[in-house]
C-alpha cells in the first residue's frame, strides 16, 4: 500500500467493502458465487479463495472485493441464499487479504 | 407452506428399511426414493445417457411415465402438475440436447417460484471433459437458473442428494433445482441398508411478531392503503387469511399476475390486476394510495412501471419469504421476512374490523370513471367475446392456462379467476408455448377438472408436438386458439411504438390447427366454418377428451389501457371511456 493516495485512489477506496465468506468445498461453489455476481451485475474488483484449514478440506474461505456500496446489503442477502454458502460478513479493506496482496497486482 | 408440502403416499415403499439388503444400482436408488417422495408422474423423454434410468423407471409400480415429444414439453408438464398442486413434480432428460432443452422450462419454473426437479442423464464420468457424443456441461447451464443444483459423483450421493432436492424445491420460495446424473453413476452397484427420510419443506422463518403490530397500527392510521397481492399467497395457501384480513381491515386489493384468483372476480374489494395492463382506475388509485401493502410480491417491473413514478405518495409496507427481494425494487418503511400466511394468521387473531367509507367512495368514483373497458364482451369473434364465452360454459373447477401474448393479457384482464392456482401462465419468464403442455400437466394432477387453454396461432406452434402426448394420455385438455395470424403483441408494440413499421409479425402461410389436431390424434373444430359456432364451441367444451378449437379474431384487435414498457403506469394508453 503506498503512503500518499491520489483523489481517486482515495474515492475507489471509499466505494470498496470485503466480505468473508465461508462455503462447502466442493466443485461447482466458485461458479455459484461468480455466477451470481455476473447475472446481477455486481462488480466483482477481486476473488481469493483457499479450503479452511481444520475442516478437512470440507470448507472453503472466500474473499471478495466488491465496489457496491449502495448494493452491498441486496449482495449479500443474495450470497447468503446460496445454498453452499454458510456463512457471510463484512470486513475491513485495512487489513484484508486484498490489502496485504496489493504488491503482487501491480504492472 | 402446509400446502405445498409433499405428502409422501403411506404405503409400503415408505418403510426406512429395504425389504432385503441388497445391492441395487444408482438408477435404482433414485426410481425409489423419487416414489418414496410419492411422486406418481414424470414427465420426460429418454435418450443415451439416461438409459439406466428408464431400465429402472420401466419396475416401478407406482410412477406413470408420460412421453414428452420434446423435452421443453416434459418440464412444462411437470410444471403445469406443480402449478396446480403445489407438489414439487419430476421431469427426465436425457444428456447434452435433453438437458439443453430443458432450460426454458427451468428456467420458467425459477422466475416463477415453481417446485421443479429436472433430473437428466450425463457421459460417464471418465469421458466428462472430452467433449463425448451428447455431452454438455449441464451443471453449468443449471446453475444460474435454479435454485440449487447438483452433479452427482456416486450412487452413495444420491441418498443425500435426491432427498435434499425436494427440500430446496418445497422450501421457502419454491423453485426449480435440477440434478445431473452421469451413466457410471447411474449403473453403479450399492448396498442399500437405510432408506432417507422423504423430505419435507423446512420450517417456515421466524419473524418477530411485534411487527405485525407496527404493520397493523400503519395500515389503521393510513387513509387510503391499498394490499398488493402476489404469488406468496397463492404458494402459502393463505388466500383464506387474506380475504379475511382484506376485508376486517377494508382495504381494497390490487392483484399481481401470479395472484389473480386470490380474491374472487366480484369481490367488492378486488382491483383486478395492476400494472402494464391494469385497468384505468386500478393505476390511478395506485397513484392516490398512501400506504401499499405489498403481501408475497416482488415487485416486478410488468406491475410497477417505471419504478419511480410507482405509488408516489405512498409508503411501502413489504412481507415476503425472501430476504432478497425485500430492498431490491422498492424500499419499505417496515418489513417482515416469513411465511405470509402466518404473518396474516397472527395478524387476524387481534384485528376489528374497521371501515373506510372516505377511501371507498374514493374507489367507486375512479372506477366509474375509468372502468376496465371490454370492448366486444358479446361478440364471440372478439377476444373479450370469446374469453366470456368460454366462461360462461366453464364453471370455477376448470383450470384455465395460457400461452404467452395478447391473449394472455386479454384473459388476465377478464376471465373470472375465482380461487388459488386456478389461474396457470408463465409470468416472469413469458414463455411462449408454455401453454399447452402446461396444460397437460393440469390436467394430470387434476384429470377431474377441465384443463382449458388460451392460446394464439404464435405461441401453440411453438410446443404444438405435445398435443400427440395429449391424444396419448387422452385428457381432457381444450385449446382455443385467438388466431389472428400474427404475433399480436409485437404488432401492437409495433403499432404503438415503433410508427406501424410492421416488420416480422404476420405469418403469410397460414396453418389449419383444427386439421394438424386430427393428424397427431386430436379433436379439431374451426369455429370459423361453424354454422352455429356458440353450440360448437359449448360442445367442444363439455364433452370429454382433447380438442383444439380454431377462433379467428382480427389483427387489429389491442390489449388496452396499456403503459409502454419502461412507462409509468399512470400514463396508459386506450382503453378511455367514451
Known amino acids: 500500500m503506498s503512503a500518499v493516495m491520489t483523489p481517486s485512489e482515495t474515492t475507489e477506496r471509499l466505494q470498496q467493502s470485503v466480505l468473508k465468506l465461508t462455503v462447502n468445498n466442493h466443485p461447482g461453489v466458485m461458479s455459484a458465487v461468480c455466477g451470481l455476481f455476473s447475472r446481477r451485475s455486481y462488480n466483482l474488483e477481486g476473488i481469493m479463495v483457499r479450503p479452511i484449514q481444520g475442516t478437512d478440506g470440507a470448507q472453503s474461505r472466500v474473499w471478495l472485493l466488491l465496489n457496491e456500496v449502495d448494493k452491498l446489503e441486496q449482495v449479500m442477502r443474495h450470497t447468503e441464499k446460496l445454498v453452499d454458502v454458510l456463512t457471510v460478513d463484512r470486513h475491513k479493506l485495512e487489513d484484508s487479504v486484498f490489502a496485504k496482496t496489493e504488491g503482487f497486482f501491480k504492472v | ?578
Request: hydrophobic share 40%; aromatic share 6%; glycine share 8%.
Open chain 2, 1 to 578: 407452506m402446509s400446502e405445498s408440502a409433499s405428502q409422501p403416499a403411506n404405503n409400503p415403499v415408505n418403510s426406512q428399511i429395504p425389504e432385503a439388503a441388497k445391492q441395487l444400482s444408482g438408477s435404482q436408488i433414485i426410481i425409489k426414493l423419487l416414489e418414496r417422495q410419492g411422486v406418481t408422474h414424470i414427465a420426460g423423454v429418454p435418450g443415451g445417457a439416461a438409459l439406466p434410468l428408464y431400465d429402472s423407471l420401466a419396475d416401478s409400480s407406482t410412477i406413470k411415465h408420460v412421453l414428452a415429444r420434446h423435452e421443453q414439453g416434459a418440464g412444462f408438464i411437470a410444471q403445469g402438475m406443480a402449478r396446480v398442486s403445489g407438489e414439487a413434480q419430476v421431469c427426465f432428460a436425457s444428456s447434452g440436447p435433453g438437458a439443453s432443452n430443458l432450460i426454458t422450462a427451468v428456467a420458467d419454473a425459477r422466475l416463477d417460484s415453481i417446485p421443479l426437479i429436472a433430473i437428466t442423464g450425463q457421459v460417464p464420468q471418465q469421458m466428462i471433459g472430452t467433449d463425448a457424443f451428447q455431452e454438455i456441461d449441464t451443471f453449468g447451464l443449471m446453475l444460474p437458473i435454479t435454485k440449487h443444483n447438483w452433479m452427482v459423483r456416486s450412487a452413495e450421493e444420491l441418498l443425500t442428494v435426491i432427498p435434499e432436492a425436494f427440500r430446496i424445491a418445497l422450501s421457502g420460495r419454491p423453485g426449480p433445482v435440477s440434478i445431473d446424473v452421469p451413466k457410471d453413476v447411474q449403473t453403479q452397484l450399492i448396498d442399500v441398508t437405510e432408506w432417507p427420510e422423504p423430505a419435507v419443506a423446512v420450517e417456515t422463518p421466524a419473524f418477530d411478531e411485534q411487527a405485525i403490530e407496527a404493520m397493523l397500527a400503519k395500515i389503521r392510521s393510513s387513509h387510503k392503503p391499498l394490499l398488493m397481492i402476489g404469488g406468496g399467497i397463492v404458494y402459502s395457501g393463505a388466500t383464506e387469511q387474506l380475504r379475511e384480513f382484506a376485508e376486517k381491515l377494508d382495504v381494497p386489493t390490487v392483484q399481481t399476475f401470479m395472484g389473480l384468483g386470490i380474491l374472487p372476480d366480484d369481490h367488492p374489494l378486488s382491483l383486478g390486476m395492476l400494472g402494464m395492463h391494469g385497468a384505468r382506475y386500478t393505476n390511478y388509485l395506485l397513484e392516490e394510495c398512501d400506504l401499499l401493502i405489498g403481501l408475497g410480491v416482488r415487485f416486478d417491473d410488468r406491475a410497477t412501471g417505471k419504478v419511480e413514478a410507482f405509488c408516489p405518495k405512498a409508503e411501502i409496507i413489504h412481507v415476503d419469504i425472501d430476504r432478497s427481494e425485500i430492498g431490491k425494487v422498492k424500499n419499505p418503511v417496515l418489513s417482515i421476512q416469513a411465511d405470509v400466511g402466518e404473518v396474516l394468521t397472527l395478524a387476524n387473531q387481534q384485528l376489528e374490523a374497521m371501515q373506510r367509507p372516505l377511501w371507498q367512495q374514493r374507489v367507486e368514483q375512479l372506477k366509474a370513471a375509468h372502468p376496465l373497458i371490454l370492448e366486444g364482451a358479446d361478440e364471440l369473434f372478439r377476444p373479450y367475446g370469446a374469453i366470456k364465452a368460454v366462461a360462461d360454459i366453464l364453471d370455477d373447477t376448470a383450470n384455465i392456462s395460457t400461452d404467452v401474448g395478447q391473449h394472455q393479457m386479454w384473459v388476465a384482464q377478464a376471465y373470472p379467476f375465482n380461487r388459488p392456482r386456478q389461474w396457470i401462465s408463465s409470468g416472469g419468464l413469458g414463455t411462449m408455448g408454455f401453454g399447452l403442455p402446461a396444460a397437460i400437466g393440469a390436467a394430470l394432477a387434476q384429470p377431474d377438472r377441465k384443463s382449458v387453454c388460451f392460446s394464439g396461432d404464435g405461441s401453440f406452434m411453438m410446443n404444438i408436438q405435445e398435443l400427440a402426448t395429449a391424444a396419448e394420455e387422452n385428457l381432457d385438455v381444450k385449446i382455443i386458439i385467438l388466431n389472428n395470424g400474427h404475433l399480436g403483441l409485437v404488432r401492437q408494440q409495433q403499432t404503438l411504438f415503433y410508427n406501424k413499421n410492421l416488420n416480422a409479425v404476420k405469418y403469410q402461410q397460414t396453418t389449419d390447427f383444427a386439421k394438424a389436431a386430427e393428424a397427431m390424434g386430436c379433436k379439431g373444430v374451426n369455429l370459423a366454418l361453424s354454422e352455429d359456432p356458440m353450440t360448437d364451441l359449448k360442445n367442444a367444451l363439455l364433452e370429454h377428451g382433447p380438442c383444439v378449437i380454431n377462433l379467428p379474431i382480427s389483427e387489429t384487435e389491442m390489449v388496452y389501457p396499456m403503459v409502454a414498457p419502461g412507462g409509468a403506469n399512470c400514463d396508459m394508453i386506450g382503453g378511455e371511456a367514451e
